[in-house]
């Protein structure tokens, strides 16, 4: 069992920066990989990047690709996502998703094979 905490979530203007910040407890963190996604009103939630056991491999989707960047220090037991050039529709609440892997250096991106869920942390971007 492991419980997720999401924070630095806020309002930004277009073009501004963030850091999101995921925080683990419970069982041992680097076990498991790691992924942000995000969710708006009336839409799917949506992978935006994760990150291995390690944290030697890295995948995002398309859309942040060289604007967002994760990473995470598990002697801090926690993850992060950096966000430069955020744009308005880059607005959403964020959620980060712990899954328990066999590999550390697997990447997951598909939501279903995640485990925990934090409760989100909300972002909007102003025009």
């Known amino acids: 069992q492991v419980t997720l905490v999401e924070s630095g979530g806020g309002l930004v203007q277009a073009g501004g920066s963030l850091r999101l910040s995921c925080a683990a407890s419970?069982?041992?963190?680097?076990?498991?990989?790691m992924g942000w996604f995000r969710q708006t009103p009336g839409k799917e939630r949506e992978f935006v990047a994760a990150?291995?056991?390690?944290?030697?491999?890295?995948e995002y989707a398309n859309s942040v690709k060289g604007r967002f960047a994760i990473s995470r220090d598990n002697a801090k037991n926690t993850m992060y996502l950096q966000i430069r050039n955020l744009k308005p529709e880059d607005t959403a609440v964020y959620y980060c998703?712990?899954?328990?892997?066999?590999?550390?250096?697997?990447?997951?991106?598909?939501?279903?094979?995640?485990?925990?869920w934090g409760q989100g942390t909300p972002v909007t971007v102003s025009s």
């Open positions: 419970g069982r041992t963190f680097s076990t498991y990989a």
């Open positions: 990150i291995s056991r390690s944290g030697s491999s890295t």
């Open positions: 998703a712990a899954a328990t892997v066999i590999f550390a250096v697997q990447v997951i991106i598909d939501s279903d094979h995640y485990d925990y």
